[in-house]
């Protein structure tokens, strides 16, 4: 006969499954505490990215029609060419068509929404759920001045990671040289919220 042979498999004791239970709970709040500042920093880059792309627009638009969507061009505020990027009529009455239309029109800028990552296309009165919280206003915005006695076109956003930068944006543009505001409403970052721009070309 043949003697039989028994194995006897050790299982895991109960402080190894402490430690591993330990070990992925440190593990899953680390993921918790990170996920967050990652999405941010993700949206960050998308508000970048488009800011950069509507400024190109704004400058190939310029170079059909000798403007960058300014005074008497029939889009944003008042038809002006200024304000949020994406408002049109259907969102405030004071939009007769929106600046994105304007260039999408031309076929300077692609149809994809390039509406902020958090879905907002302006935020007048608490239209994204926010009031009287300028940090908070997730749009774009354009506005055509003069800053130091020359015209020029910036493109604006708010950024989550980046800090408030009120002084600095607030003085893009000189005083009464932006259609449509004047020296409150044009503070575009105490009012709205703005830290981010770039300059259109």
Known sequence: MQASHCRHFKGFTVVELIIVVSVIG???????????????????AERK?????????????????????ATGSGCGLNGDGNGWFNAGPGE????????????????????????????????????????SVPSQAYAYMKATCKTGGNSVTYVMAHLENDPANNATIDALCDVGTLSG??????????????????TAK
């Open 26 to 44: 440190i593990l899953a709040s680390i993921v918790l505490i990170t996920y967050p500042g990652y999405q941010k920093r993700a949206r960050d």
């Open 92 to 131: 405030i009455a004071a939009y007769p068509k929106s600046i994105a239309t304007c260039l999408q029109e031309t076929g300077t800028l692609s149809s994809g929404a390039f509406v902020d990552p958090l879905g907002c296309k302006f935020n007048s009165g608490g239209t994204c759920g926010v009031t």
């Open 181 to 198: 505001y004047d020296a409150t409403t044009q503070k575009w970052g105490t009012n709205y919220g703005m830290n981010y721009y770039v």
């Open 49 to 69: 990215s488009d800011v950069s792309q509507i400024a190109a627009a704004l400058g190939a638009y310029a170079l059909q029609k000798n403007t960058y969507i």
